[in-house]
């Protein structure tokens, strides 16, 4: 399979404890997005990496998250102390860094807090 | 102020009709890209179709095509002989010269009627 891949599909936790989602992207792709979808809402824009450099973030990405593309290939989201408004599903995303290209979205990661 | 706005939350449409998803987009940049994606209730983002903002025909995949109205900045996506299958969420997108990032609308849920 040569798609984006996000692991766990799933995961539940309980409020206050620490969760760590993974993202890997299609293998020539630079760019990487993470985004959170609540129910009903499109996607909503958190961070980027351009390789292993993280180009943006947005506003929503609060302290509490964390974001890392250490070698320019697979990603790390980290949410520590989450909340019950975290809950959420988590798409990760890929692109060419050439161009107004599309991107391509992993199946995405559902968090449940409870 | 929105960027992609989707004015249709829900629509129902008989199976085997053409079907119309409005979307249209504020931007002050002249290099832009427009995107729909596809969310069925699996959850992945399917990417469909994608027009560029100098490209003078509209866009088509198979039974995808994009209505691309430039002056009205309108970019709406018409579905050929619907599905079944076709029922799903449905998004539109941007992303513009100066930004690296993918901006999407609330979305349209689309159900195909038997």
């Known amino acids: 399979d040569t798609g984006v891949s996000q692991d766990p599909r799933h995961k539940i936790t309980k409020r206050g404890q620490n969760v760590t989602f993974r993202c890997d992207p299609i293998s020539e792709h630079n760019r990487l997005y993470w985004y959170r979808q609540t129910l009903g809402q499109g996607p909503e824009f958190l961070t980027y990496f351009q390789n292993e450099a993280q180009l943006e973030k947005s506003r929503l990405l609060s302290d509490r998250f964390s974001a890392e593309r250490p070698k320019g290939s697979f990603s790390t989201l980290e949410i520590q102390r989450t909340e019950q408004g975290d809950s959420a599903m988590y798409l990760c995303?890929?692109?060419?860094?050439?161009?107004?290209?599309?991107?391509?979205f992993g199946q995405g990661t559902r968090l449940t807090v409870v | 102020a929105q960027k992609i706005t989707q004015t249709q939350p829900g629509m129902f449409v008989q199976e085997k009709e053409a079907v119309t998803l409005d979307c249209t987009y504020d931007?002050?940049?002249?290099?832009?890209?427009l995107f729909w994606y596809k969310q069925p209730s699996s959850g992945e983002m399917i990417f469909l179709i994608y027009?560029?903002?100098?490209?003078?025909q509209n866009a088509t995949e198979g039974r995808y095509s994009l209505n691309f109205q430039k002056a009205r900045k309108s970019a709406n996506l018409v579905i050929s002989a619907s599905q079944l299958g076709d029922s799903a969420m449905y998004f539109c997108a941007m992303r513009e010269g100066g930004d690296d990032k993918i901006i999407f609308g609330k979305g349209t849920r689309l159900h195909i009627l038997p």
């Open positions: 027009q560029g903002s100098y490209d003078e």
């Open positions: 995303a890929s692109s060419l860094d050439a161009g107004l290209t599309e991107a391509f």
């Open positions: 931007t002050s940049d002249q290099s832009y890209g």
